[in-house]
């Protein structure tokens, strides 16, 4: 049975992950990307990936939820697979590239699942807020930031339950063939982008009857306290790409 937590939306839920601020969340996100750019070694990027797989079992969110996300992603890694093979890539670099996806992937299910839209969208004005200088529309572009990162997450979920209402109707895309899923998938395609822009709108028009005003400032009150599990997981954040830059003679 589908269930709406198993595509990306929030999870709700007491734990360690749960509990951070989602200004810490974001920079940890960064900084995590800034790290798998700058480091090609597939010892780095592994060691990133067990790190990032430690933090998904302290965020209590059920793990098939995250093999669902790579499972429904499968003709992605397979494409990548190919183009390495196409451009005479060396195994180990293929390795690299799909572990980097892989931890993009799982980092950004991670804070989708474990950080509500209302405090995702304070954790980016905040983290916006340092532009406050260049007189940008914070709040618009917060929201704006939120819905790209859940795109995909969501995306996933109008798939699956499009896919599910055509097989009532003899599109089966689960149980055909390779042709016959190719047939199902350009017979639906054309309705996810407009059921994706349907649901944004029916979120944006939630938010305005909760109240949400893109013109004026937010808070949280109850996530905009940094405690020291923040300051652990940042430092540590920190500390990796430190070790990385001298260990490869940079610093």
């Known amino acids: 049975m589908y269930s709406r937590n198993s595509f990306g939306s929030y999870y709700p839920i007491d734990s360690l992950i749960h509990r951070l601020n989602p200004v810490i969340k974001l920079i940890n996100f960064l900084l995590t990307i800034i790290l798998i750019c700058i480091s090609s070694s597939i ?24 093999l669902n996300s790579i499972w429904s992603l499968r003709y992605i890694y397979i494409i990548i697979a190919f183009l390495c093979l196409y451009f005479d890539t060396e195994m180990v670099e293929c390795f690299v590239y799909l572990i980097k996806f892989t931890i993009v992937i799982q980092y950004l299910n991670l804070l989708a699942y474990t950080t509500s839209p209302s405090e995702s969208i304070y954790g980016i004005e905040k983290f916006l807020s340092f532009f406050n200088f260049l007189y940008l529309p914070i709040s618009k572009l917060a929201f704006k930031i939120n819905a790209i990162l859940r795109y995909i997450p969501l995306a996933q979920g109008i798939e699956y339950k499009t896919f599910k209402a055509a097989s009532s109707r003899g599109i089966d895309y689960y149980h055909g063939t390779i042709f016959g899923r190719i ?65 490869s003679g940079i610093i």
């Not at 067990?50 to 939820?65: E, Q």
Request: glycine residues 2%; positive net charge; hydrophobic residues 45%.
């Open 43 to 66: 010892y780095v990027n592994s060691f990133v990936l067990v790190l990032l797989f430690v933090m998904l079992l302290m965020s209590y969110v059920p793990f098939k939820f995250y």
């Open 183 to 247: 047939y199902a998938y350009l017979k639906v395609h054309s309705n996810f982008g407009n059921l994706i822009k349907h649901r944004i709108h029916e979120i944006q028009e939630c938010s305005e009857l909760r109240l949400f005003d893109l013109k004026k400032y937010r808070t949280n009150y109850r996530t905009n306290r940094v405690n020291y599990n923040d300051i652990f997981f940042l430092l540590f954040h920190v500390g990796l790409i430190l070790v990385h830059l001298i260990e």
